[in-house]
């Protein structure tokens, strides 16, 4: 899965939308439910653990841990899937600088099935949505 978005906020906004818990508690997650908890030890081998609730009622609480840390610039993190420890995938947000704002590319990596890929795909795409929408909009 990769996805691109522009959004008028310098990376340094963006970065800490990203790796502050106060900040991603306001607007992570797939659909207009609310995040009911975000942790976040920014720094190679530190964790997180984010719990959101969907509008049909639904809660999950992905978890992981960051490999590579490069302030403004990108984040890598391991992805689990409780109940499926065995199926970490990875995830990488890439910031690029615009004149206007930034570049964000998330990629997606080793997930297990086309199924997978495209729940994935969907929800990373909303919360991309949002992000931006929190951010102040796209270009």
Sequence with gaps: VTIVRRIKASP?????AITRPDLMIQWWG???GPTLRADA???PGGRFSIVFR???GD???PTGVYREVIPDTKLVFTWEWPGMPERESLVTFLLKPLEDGTELT???EQLPDDATRISHEL???GLLDKLVIF?????
Excluded at 12 to 16: I, L
Excluded at 135 to 139: I, P
Aim: aromatic fraction near 8%; charge should be negative.
């Design 12 to 16: 340094a906004r963006v970065w800490a």
């Design 30 to 32: 797939p659909d207009a």
């Design 41 to 43: 030890d920014v720094r």
């Design 54 to 56: 969907l509008l049909n």
């Design 59 to 61: 809660e999950h609480n």
């Design 106 to 108: 998330l990629t997606h």
């Design 123 to 125: 929800g990373w795409s």
């Design 135 to 139: 951010l102040g909009g796209a270009e």
